[in-house]
């Protein structure tokens, strides 16, 4: 595994198995609304950050009502269910083989910061981070600030960092880093999706051990 220093890891989707959870709360808040539903095809062609943007291409309406409350509405009936997502099956041994390696290991999400860690700890892997880098609020505006930010704290060079995702958005993410990237059709986007971003398109978590150089 040499040519790179550390792994930096999207959490929602690559790591954490929830795409159906998000489009099983969506579909309901859509029903709630009369607005059409989305299948998971239509999810992942549709699905983008800002989630603000995501929102009103669904259709929701916000001179009627708030984004910050329709944002709340899904965050809570996610956090309720959350309990419901497993992690992706082969990313326990995945994690466990890249720190034996010596690769350092981080996780970069949209998701709020105390979120991230209690849901990363709940699953027994904070051993393999030595960083976890989450949002102070809830309302998923993207990670390219977030991820200029950890580039610039990291001590190591950004080509010899390498980041892993499962959205166009984590491709804008490494390109704003100056790193590396890798993506993971999760269900969030699709595979066409991801490959026309240019990026090498991986098709299981197993993959990534492959693609270290």
């Not at 792994?7 to 099983?24: E, K, P, Q, R, S």
């Not at 969506?26 to 989305?38: K, Q, S, T, V």
């Not at 600030?145 to 990291?154: H, P």
């Amino acid at each position: 595994m040499r040519g790179f220093d550390h792994v930096i890891w999207d959490w929602n989707g690559t790591l954490l198995d929830d795409a159906w959870l998000c489009v099983d709360v969506m579909n309901g808040m859509l029903c709630r609304r009369a607005l059409p539903g989305l299948t998971p095809a239509k999810y992942e062609e549709s699905f983008d950050f800002p989630v603000l943007d995501f929102y009103r291409r669904l259709g929701f309406d916000f001179e009627r009502e708030a984004f910050g409350q329709v944002g709340l509405e899904f965050v809570e009936a996610y956090e309720r269910r959350k309990g419901e997502c497993r992690l992706r099956s082969g990313a326990a041994s995945v994690l466990s083989e890249i720190r034996r390696s010596g690769i350092g290991q981080s996780v970069l999400s949209a998701c709020r910061h105390e979120r991230l860690v209690e849901s990363i700890a709940r699953l027994g892997l904070s051993e393999n981070f030595s960083g976890v880098f989450g949002h102070v609020d809830d309302y998923a505006s993207g990670k390219v600030e977030k991820g200029r930010q950890l580039a610039r704290s990291m001590g190591c060079p950004m080509d010899r960092v390498l980041i892993v995702g499962d959205t166009v958005h984590d491709f804008d993410v490494a390109r704003a880093m100056g790193a590396a990237c890798l993506l993971m059709p999760c269900g969030h986007n699709s595979r066409q999706r991801l490959a026309a971003c240019g990026a090498p398109v991986i098709s299981s978590i197993e993959d990534v051990l492959g693609q270290l150089p």
